[in-house]
């Protein structure tokens, strides 16, 4: 796996004219933002943050993409209860 890891690096440092070390910074900060943002989320779909808190950090097309995945989802698990 690190080497995959490495490979991909070196291919996306040269493709783009990167250091390698550029390359890791951007793959860092873009992985820690996706978290955060999967943080935010979860917070508040389990009551943690209100609406307005989640929608400040992480804007409201993702709270409202959250909202409707989980209506989806409690939909879909009571029809499974029901069917």
Same mark, same amino acid.
């Given at each position: 796996?690190?080497?995959?890891?490495?490979?991909?690096?070196?291919?996306?440092?040269?493709?783009?004219?990167?250091? &390698?070390?550029? #390359?890791?910074?951007?793959?860092?900060?873009?992985?820690?933002?996706?978290?955060?943002?999967?943080?935010?989320?979860?917070?508040?779909?389990?009551?943690?943050?209100?609406?307005? &808190?989640?929608? &400040?950090? #992480?804007?409201?097309?993702?709270?409202?993409?959250?909202?409707?995945?989980? &209506?989806?989802?409690?939909?879909?698990?009571?029809?499974?209860?029901?069917?």
């Amino acid at each position: 796996m690190a080497a995959e890891i490495s490979d991909r690096v070196r291919a996306i440092a040269e493709a783009r004219g990167l250091p &390698e070390s550029e #390359v890791f910074e951007r793959a860092l900060e873009r992985g820690l933002g996706d978290l955060w943002e999967d943080l935010i989320l979860a917070q508040y779909l389990d009551g943690e943050i209100d609406r307005e &808190e989640a929608i &400040e950090h #992480v804007g409201r097309t993702k709270v409202e993409r959250a909202e409707r995945e989980r &209506e989806v989802v409690e939909e879909d698990v009571d029809w499974g209860l029901n069917a």
